[in-house]
């Protein structure tokens, strides 16, 4: 079964600046979707961000942007010009192609922003 | 739309006892899921429904029971509950149409103790 692996349990980043969030996975299928949902104290899931593996271009957001290297099996997070509300636990998912009914999450990550 | 909502948002229960967690979604969604949060350990996926009358296992089945008899309802019925689940639980859907990329929306979630 495929793993996804935040190695950083907590993060802290000052407002304004950049931070990075990290995220690996373990697969050996060639086809399989990446997000990272973000989850606010109110416990709401939101997406932030969504790459689809056979796309070597990163996604961008605004803000958000991704660094997708898939011979390292790695996909990080950049939030730039981090704002107050950027603080929240965020969590790396996996989605295979052929067993699309199966995401996989990580154990988040929690992003702290200090004024 | 109200989106995916869930009730209730706490729940306390003994050991043994019987519930329902409801779900219900307005978008005409086909795909919904049930999802259990522990500290440490990210969103695991219980069951899935990819439509009425449709539903299947997913990474954490045991002691949870779902049903889809329209598009809207996936309740999560626990049959004897038991300290171990004791988390917090999401419900989540999406279309189909998008596949493996789909946002899922999620739930607010149910928090669950049991005693």
């Known amino acids: 079964a495929q793993t996804v692996t935040q190695s950083q349990p907590e993060m802290s980043v000052q407002e304004a600046e950049t931070v990075t969030l990290s995220c690996t996975y373990d697969?050996?299928?060639?086809?399989?979707?990446l997000f990272w949902y973000k989850q606010p104290p109110s416990r709401q899931m939101i997406l932030v961000i969504r790459q689809e593996a056979y796309k070597q271009q990163n996604a961008t957001e605004n803000r958000f942007s991704v660094n997708f290297q898939k011979a390292a099996k790695s996909f990080s997070l950049k939030i730039s010009d981090s704002q107050l509300g950027d603080a929240a636990m965020y969590f790396c998912?996996?989605?295979?192609?052929?067993?699309?009914?199966?995401?996989?999450f990580g154990a988040g990550t929690r992003l702290t922003v200090k004024p | 739309n109200a989106g995916v909502t869930q009730t209730p948002k706490f729940q306390v229960l003994k050991t043994g006892q019987s519930m329902t967690l409801q779900c219900a979604q307005d978008m005409n969604h086909e795909y919904m899921s049930w999802y259990r949060q522990d500290p440490g350990m990210g969103l695991r996926l219980i069951h899935y429904s990819v439509g009425a009358g449709i539903t299947d296992q997913g990474e954490v089945p045991n002691g949870y029971n779902v049903s889809r008899s329209t598009t809207e309802d996936f309740p999560l019925r626990l049959l004897s509950a038991a300290p171990s689940q004791t988390s917090v639980y999401f419900c989540?859907?999406?279309?189909?149409?998008?596949?493996?990329?789909?946002?899922?929306?999620f739930g607010p979630g149910t928090r669950l103790t049991v005693l």
């Open positions: 697969t050996s299928e060639s086809d399989y979707y």
């Open positions: 989540a859907s999406s279309p189909l149409r998008e596949g493996p990329y789909n946002e899922q929306f």
């Open positions: 998912a996996y989605r295979s192609e052929y067993n699309n009914n199966d995401m996989r």
